[in-house]
């Protein structure tokens, strides 16, 4: 009877966290959706390719060693311990403890211990984690953009997966010495080496107690990672998902290559003498540039969801270095935030956009736009090929071209572009005065 009652608890939160998660990945897909469309559906061996080095293979991650590794751990751990949870799940829905065990026999004590050696490997590399935030001063993990709830959140998720991997640990011990017990149903696991460290702690208790522990360790893990896996989807920690698809559908022409807009592009080809390019050049342009998260390409908003908020592509920002207010993590922090607001709407029947905010100005400021450099230094340093940049140039665009609101210097430069197809204020007629004054000289010297 009570095995039927945990079998129908067990069903039920299942549902619940089955419901919840799927009703937020829609609203993200809703959410990402109400970007520009863009065209990544090319290449498809290339995607591949991509995600397999930048995501799966963690290729990016490498830049930084010690954080690489630490990172490898988690990564792997999750990616292994998942296969542990299918047993869970599996006890759970048919009331049944170590369902795999009878059926692999004497090699069941195998994977547990590769599991457990992982359990371990993620807590050590979590702690690791959680003091190179809080305790010494990482410059990238100190920045105003990462204060209040984005540091909370990093805490959170770094103290829940050690907690999680403690209850994997000590349901194992309790396991082992129950094993021991007469009259009691746990079946040999054989020797589950780190977990076994922790049966001093554990064998002077009764079997009652220790069989309390045993199955609130079991609840514990699983209730915790089904709500885990909820939380996830509100959190920078999206990106253990988000880094696939978002690799995958990332930009794979040349990263100095700029996405220019072909009807501006035919107006330069007709201004400079030559034959405009008719592709599809003579599409409607209803805005140049991005105002709003909804002028954003949809790729630009899924990077914004799978932003991991790790500071790398800031810390190699040289307009941030030099103390400028631009923090191109900031940019994705802001466009998320702005996304989410947008969608929060449309969850409530309300129309987007509509509420007096935008992206621009409200989220982020001229300042911080202007003073990027456009070097892709971030785009580069970003493991999980996240493009800032791409959201800094929409902006801008849409203040040089729909506003004209571009600081002075630039527009002077603008119309020296206009006027003398070059940044310089000559025409193009003085363009080799140098060259006739070299003559001159080189004339004078001989004679
Ligand atoms: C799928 C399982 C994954 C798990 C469990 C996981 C876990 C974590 C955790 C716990 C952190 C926080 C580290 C900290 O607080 O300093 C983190 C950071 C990060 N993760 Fe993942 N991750 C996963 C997948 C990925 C993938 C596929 C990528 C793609 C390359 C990735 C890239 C990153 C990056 C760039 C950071 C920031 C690291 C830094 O501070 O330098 N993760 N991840
Ligand atoms: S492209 Fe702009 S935001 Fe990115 S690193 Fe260079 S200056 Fe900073
Ligand atoms: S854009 Fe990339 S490098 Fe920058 S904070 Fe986000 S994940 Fe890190």
Known sequence: MANIISQVVFLIILAITTFFLVKRINSIRRNIALGRPADRSDHKDERWKTMLLVAFGQKKMFKRMVPAILHLCVYIGFL?????????VLDGLFGTHRLFAPALGAFYTIPINIFEFLAVAVIVACVIFLWRRNVIHIKRFHAKELTAWPKTDANIILITEIVLMLAILTMNATDQVLQDRPGTHYGDTGTLVFSATLIPLFEHMSTGTLIWIERSAWWFHIIGILAFAVYVTYSKHLHIFMAFPNTYYSKLEPKGKMDNMPAVTREVQLMLGGAADDGDSNEEVDRFGAKDVNDLAWTDLMGAYACTECGRCTAECPANQTGKKLSPRKIMMDTRDRVEEAGAAVAKGEKPFEDGKVLLDNFISREEI????????????????????????????????????????????????????????????????????LKEEEEKSKS
Do not use: G, H
Request: aromatic share 12%; proline share 8%; net charge negative.
């Open 370 to 437: 202007n003073a990027c450099t456009t070097c892709q230094a971030c785009v580069e340093a970003c493991p999980i090929n996240i493009n800032p940049l791409a959201i800094i140039l929409q902006l801008r665009r849409y203040v040089a071209m729909e506003e004209a609101q571009s600081p002075a210097a630039w527009n002077a430069m603008f119309s020296n572009v206009e006027n003398n197809f070059a940044p310089w204020k000559f025409p193009p007629a003085d363009r080799f005065n140098w060259a006739d004054e």
């Open 80 to 88: 292994v311990i998942n296969l542990e949870v299918l047993e869970f």
